[in-house]
């Protein structure tokens, strides 16, 4: 089969067969001020597209992935990470903030997520017991800037210092990083915010393990 056609029908198959992880109250998530709504308008924005490209380029090849999870609404780039490693992925549902993750995973990625919750630490430490041990979590999140560039749903946005000491009171290591910008170089010349942004603001990329205890 041609490997265009076979891609097709994996993404066809995972569509209809992709499931929904996690238990708990969905109420106060869709609620809350600082979510993302994920539809056809958010996979367009340019901002993703170009986060999602660099995203790509820090994926590490796997010989075999059985299953995924990918933390959060079912996305444009949920299709891309099934495409990537050729394997089905999972989403959550519910309140991350309270959620109960149920399931067991090589890999899962948990992108742009982080800085929405009120209780971050819950969230990787549910991660964390649903991941193999010797699994991969990829994570990636806006490091700290001045409020004023903070996106208006953004809860908090941590210094790498905070990022770092969360993982490891979460039990988890990072083994590989990447910083990177996430709107086109001329975008940041459209303004004196755009400027300060492409000066002060960074999005961190993450491999991430389990730590050995």
Avoid at 3 to 22: C, F, H, M, P, Y
Avoid at 157 to 184: C, D, F, G, H, W
Wanted: some cysteine.
């Amino acid at each position: 089969m041609p490997q265009t056609s076979k891609a097709k029908l994996l993404r066809q198959n995972q569509q209809d067969s992709a499931t929904e992880i996690g238990s708990g109250s969905q109420a106060a998530h869709l609620n809350s001020p600082y979510r993302n709504v994920v539809d056809s308008a958010y996979n367009a924005k340019i901002h993703n597209r170009v986060r999602w490209k660099k995203i790509t380029d820090f994926l590490p090849s796997l010989e075999k992935v059985g299953k995924g999870l990918d933390v959060g609404d079912r996305s444009a780039f949920t299709d891309t990470l099934e495409s990537f490693y050729n394997c089905r992925f999972d989403n959550t549902t519910g309140d991350l903030d309270t959620v109960l993750l149920t399931g067991d995973y090589d890999i899962i990625t948990c992108f742009e997520v982080i800085e929405h919750l009120y209780n971050p630490l819950h969230c990787l430490m549910q991660i964390k017991s649903v991941l193999q041990h010797d699994g991969l979590l990829l994570l990636s999140t806006p490091l700290f800037k001045p409020h004023l560039l903070w996106s208006k749903n953004h809860f908090h946005e941590m210094s790498y210092q905070s990022l770092t000491s969360l993982l490891r009171r979460a039990n988890l290591k990072i083994v590989r990083q990447r910083k990177i910008t996430t709107l086109p170089w001329w975008r940041y010349f459209t303004g004196f915010r755009p400027l300060l942004r492409g000066l002060l603001g960074r999005t961190i990329l993450l491999e991430i393990q389990v730590a050995s205890t």
